[in-house]
């Protein structure tokens, strides 16, 4: 319970709502109360038999008073619900700006399944416990104690007969109701299980084609159909026997009543409409007893959904920017950097693992390095360092002689050209994909980064240009395409430092040699690094850096390196050969 602290203060803003949907609930359980009073006083009327248009404005003034209950509760519920839906988006977008904020690791080592089952189940959860949770707690403890006085009034024996099977109403609700849940929890991870197999299928639908295995998937497929099915039969069973338990333990009350209070009747120690006023309140206390399981079932899963939020809010990011403080003022605020580059005895591990052993490197603004390297040697992980995706386990990254842990994030990512090894493009047009994170560029300013990026001809196939759909509901890029649309956006901003990891290992060497012709234009007076696993892609670059198992082991230019016959001399060879081959 005590994990329901975190919600004190989206409460407290909230508070006047609150209380005002109290008031309005508190008054419909009051006015409720004046129900039976007045069935009652109706049917004593009766055994007078006076006036038969008493009957007639009884019945008008019982309409009125459930017509005025039901305002009252319609407004209080609403009230309710709506603070619980505000709270929870309020909470969900918190949790969002939190997530967008944690370090790349935290998402390489949580589910990405399970962080947005927090953001989704937990907090409707958390909901469940906010609106229906509060208000029927209140709800019911209002009109349980209230009740139970009112019956007292009339006679203590008879309400402690008719009220005795009422507590097995709130047991039997909460035991079913976890059976239920439990249930119900079963049916839907299995019913993930079924989805994420069927999506997987449809994204994989190529490899399953050419291995012709849609026997064996179908077969798997239907096994989890099949588990599905049976999970939800016994869901069905559980849920089936809910409220026929309630209605019979309902009725049992009702019975007890009937014949206690039938003898105290006919022995003339209460009147029929005494009598009747008490099946009315028996009636009325029904549902709280049902709403107080509820409420327990509520608050239990809502505490336990909050501590898995929680558990993620309370997750500090581990790479944050320098906080800005006042001394340091006398260093004019910078908004670009030039771009010089520098690795001092850097090392880094992930986890235990050591995979970069005490690298040194420096790269002069506007000079360009190349970083080569076979697969696995770390070179992805060494230029993460730069924008900090990663920061250092030993030693020191610098940009313009200042370590990056003391340049304001957002400023050292702005001024960073990176792409990624991995392209990813948003499910949006491909002037949109390019401009990421800038204002939208003009149309000249875009043809010119996309010229650069040697896009244009391929944008002028597309159906509708730079405003095609990319993705699902637009075109499907080709590999290359892809590339050279990260490597739009990354020159789109203008950085003074351009990283590009294998950012052309889909490109044809010809279409390459373009690129880096404009690249040289464009980043005149920055600094470009770029990791490659072909030498004809770095032979023109200043310095070249050659990585085996996080060490660098040569270093120096195309011919520097030739000379020394070693790791890139034998690469060069065998590329070489292979351009022949495929030139004869
Ligand atoms: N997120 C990670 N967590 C743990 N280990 C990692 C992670 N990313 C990479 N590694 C490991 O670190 C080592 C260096 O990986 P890195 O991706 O830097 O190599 P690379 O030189 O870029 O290889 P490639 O040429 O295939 O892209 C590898 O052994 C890899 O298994
Ligand atoms: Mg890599």
Redesign the pocket.
């Known amino acids: 319970m005590s994990a329901l602290i975190a919600l004190r203060s989206y409460l407290f803003r909230y508070r006047v709502a609150m209380i005002g949907g109290f008031l309005f609930l508190i008054i419909a359980n009051g006015v409720a109360l004046i129900l039976p009073y007045l069935i009652r006083l109706a049917v004593d009327s009766l055994q007078v038999r006076t006036d038969p248009g008493a009957l007639l404005r009884f019945g008008l003034l019982i309409v009125l008073v459930g017509l005025v209950q039901a305002i009252l509760s319609y407004y209080g519920r609403f009230i309710q619900a709506e603070v619980s839906r505000r709270i929870e988006y309020e909470l969900r977008a918190d949790l969002f700006k939190h997530f967008e904020k944690l370090e790349?690791?935290y998402f390489?080592h949580n589910k990405i399944g399970d962080l947005v089952a927090r953001a989704i189940n937990d907090l409707t959860a958390v909901r469940g416990l906010l609106g229906p949770g509060i208000s029927n707690l209140l709800n019911t403890t209002v009109a349980f104690t209230a009740t139970i006085i009112l019956m007292l009034t009339i006679d203590a024996r008879l309400t402690i007969y008719s009220t005795s099977v009422l507590p097995l109403i709130s047991v039997v609700f909460i035991v079913l109701a976890r059976k239920i849940e439990r249930s119900y929890k079963s049916v839907q991870d299995q019913f993930g299980e079924v989805s994420a197999q069927a999506q997987e299928n449809f994204s994989g639908i190529r490899t399953v084609k050419a291995y012709t295995q849609e026997e064996y998937e179908l077969h798997a497929f239907r096994t989890a159909n099949q588990e599905y099915v049976r999970l939800s039969i016994i869901y069905a069973r559980f849920y089936a026997l809910l409220w026929p338990a309630m209605y019979f333990l309902a009725g049992l009350a009702a019975v007890i009543l009937l014949w206690r209070g039938g003898l105290d009747v006919i022995e003339g120690r209460i009147t029929l409409g005494q009598m009747v006023q008490f099946t009315g309140y028996l009636a009325q206390l029904t549902w709280p007893m049902i709403a107080f399981g509820w409420v327990v079932n509520l608050f239990q899963q809502g505490s336990a959904s909050m501590k898995r939020i929680n558990e993620v809010m309370d997750h500090q990011p581990t790479i944050v920017g320098p906080e800005p403080s006042l001394e340091s003022t006398n260093e004019p605020l910078r908004d670009h950097l030039e771009g010089k580059v520098e690795f001092q005895h850097v090392s880094f591990s992930?986890?235990d693992?050591e995979?970069?052993h005490d690298i040194n490197i420096t790269v002069e603004v506007g000079s360009s390095l190349a970083i080569v390297?076979?697969?696995?040697?770390?070179?992805?992980?060494?230029v993460?360092l730069l924008p900090r995706m990663f920061d250092v386990s030993k030693g020191q990254v610098l940009i313009d002689d200042v370590d990056v842990r003391k340049i304001p994030l957002a400023l050292l990512r702005r001024q960073i050209g990176y792409v990624p090894?991995e392209t990813f493009l948003f499910s949006v047009p491909l002037a949109e994909n390019i401009s990421f994170g800038l204002e939208a560029l003009d149309t000249k300013r875009l043809q010119e980064v996309m010229q650069s990026a040697q896009l244009t001809k391929d944008v002028e196939d597309f159906p509708e240009g730079v405003t095609t759909m990319i993705g699902e509901r637009g075109v499907t890029l080709s590999g290359g395409q892809k590339q050279r649309t990260s490597l739009a956006r990354a020159i789109a901003k203008e950085p003074a430092i351009l990283i590009l990891?294998?950012a052309m290992s889909s490109v044809d060497t010809h279409t390459e040699a373009d690129i880096l012709k404009h690249l040289q234009r464009v980043m005149q007076g920055r600094t470009t690094i770029i990791?490659s696993?072909r030498c004809s892609t770095v032979k023109n670059l200043d310095h070249i850096v050659v990585?085996d198992e996080?060490r660098i082991v040569e270093e120096g230019t195309h011919a520097s390196l030739l000379q020394l016959r070693g790791l890139y001399a034998e690469m060069y060879r065998r590329q070489l050969i292979g351009e022949e081959l495929e030139d004869s």
């Open positions: 790349l690791d390489q992930y986890g693992r995979v970069l390297g076979p697969t696995g040697s770390g070179k992805s992980t060494l993460n090894q990891d294998d990791i696993h990585l996080g």
